[in-house]
């Protein structure tokens, strides 16, 4: 099973990434998800997790992820170095930050950029999902785009996807 | 057949509109607010022919089921905590009009302390409200739920209202990969609602009337008797669903590896697929564990469980529920099933996800492990007193 976690602040769209990794993944045969928020106070600018899980056999488990394959910051207030404890042994973190973090286990890409750049907004989950299907072998370009297509409404399609794209760029050099 | 990644609300409120019903009422609260939400927008995009009726109330949205079931109207509700507790004094009043409405119910806690997330203290505070209670364990249980609800409140053997629980955003919030069945298919499934229970002009009779000393006890009968069918006509529903849909379900209950355990948890609702988990973990470290799931808390599965524990040497039950002053109360009714039939073992109560409380597999672990000191206790998940 990948187990991934995904850190932001209301408004910043963590769920819908997690949502959207999500719909990527099932557009595969044989394939079983589960994505969901952490069940707080939900308020702009409040910090919040989801989650999800994606594997090849149904998943039982509901209770929140305690160790992930990927732990993504769509922001880097709210990363530290303990965010280092709820990786697997060879999990890695994966954080929007225009700062250079010394550590092999932290793969960083500049997000606020790309998305001011293509989407105006300082809206990095899009981003992120593009630099995950770059650096990981959970999802392709062409799930992602597809689970874009099917699930954002048609108006963010043409913005979201060329972030998307950009974002994969990027986190492939 | 149509794969689609749903959240546990948007699948149930997809097997309602497989359903066709014609109406529905009901008053929005969080978790089941998605529920209502894609319901109106299947009814304002024309792909559900029902009427919507936006009610003032959780007591309005009931009672206007029960008049729309009077004149042999299919009808839907849903709601949630405060909300069902609102609802209360109309709860027994549709159980003993015998009308068959659906409520979906959104496990959520109640208050004081306010708190908006799941537990399942507000629909087992109901039990005796004589309507049928059912618990989805995921998405695809949740739908496959809603369409045999009806079939299964509406059977002539029943008439009686179906209360579907899912627990609260652990299962509402919740997305996952949900085969939706066809109109085709649903249609074959559950036939037109047809009763002899309404208020007809060509054949006019008295329905909602009172009954004295004299015959109360018979119509209280009656409505016992009618609970107790439901076992026999799950029992046909879900072989007729087999059949169209090809998903097999088990009953009033599920047996995960009972037949040969030493210890068995008793479990209600989504936490199920954890336990499921943790047995299997346990088992390949060879302990003898086992995960019995009660899918119906009415009618109450006592045979099922007597059956599937006999040979076990401790049974805990995991609920998140707690009747004060007391214990959990699926602990109770478990308890009172092994009495009758002359079980005499160690059980233990585990009071958990209270108000939401995430419960985690070292949790589910921890229990198995206390279960084999064989041990009668009631304890709270992560309440340290001993």
Redesign the interface.
Known sequence: MKEIIWHGRGGQGAFTAARLLGEAYSLRENTFVLAFPSFGPERRGAPIRAFTKLDTKPIGNRSEIAKADYSIFLDDTLFSEQALDELKPDGKILLNTKAKIDNERVITIDGDSIAEKYLGLPITNTILLGALAAVSRIITLDDLTEAVKQSMPPRLHEKNLAAVRAAYEEAGK | MA?E?LSGNEAFAYGVRLARPHVISAYPITPQTIVVEKLSEFVEDGSLKSEFIHVESEHSALSCAMGASSVGARAFTATSSQGLLYMAECLPYAAGGRFPIVMMNANRSTALPWNI??DQRDSLSQLDSGWIQAYAENAQEALDLALMSFYIAEHQKVSTPFMANLDG???T?????VDVPTQEQADEFLPPFKTENKMSLSNPKNLGFSAGPDTNTFFKYKEHTGLLHVREVVAEAESKFESIFGRHYTGLTESYKTEDADDILITLG????????TVDKLREQGEKVGLFRIRYMRPFPNAEIAKAVKNAKAVGVLEKDISFGNEGTVYTNVNSALQKAGISIATSNYIGGLG?K????QEIETIFEELKEKRSVVRFLGVEVR
């Open positions: 794969r990644f997330y799941g955003f652990v299962l919030h919740t997305y996952e990969v989504s936490i199920s697929g954890l336990v499921r988990e939401g995430n419960i985690s597999p």
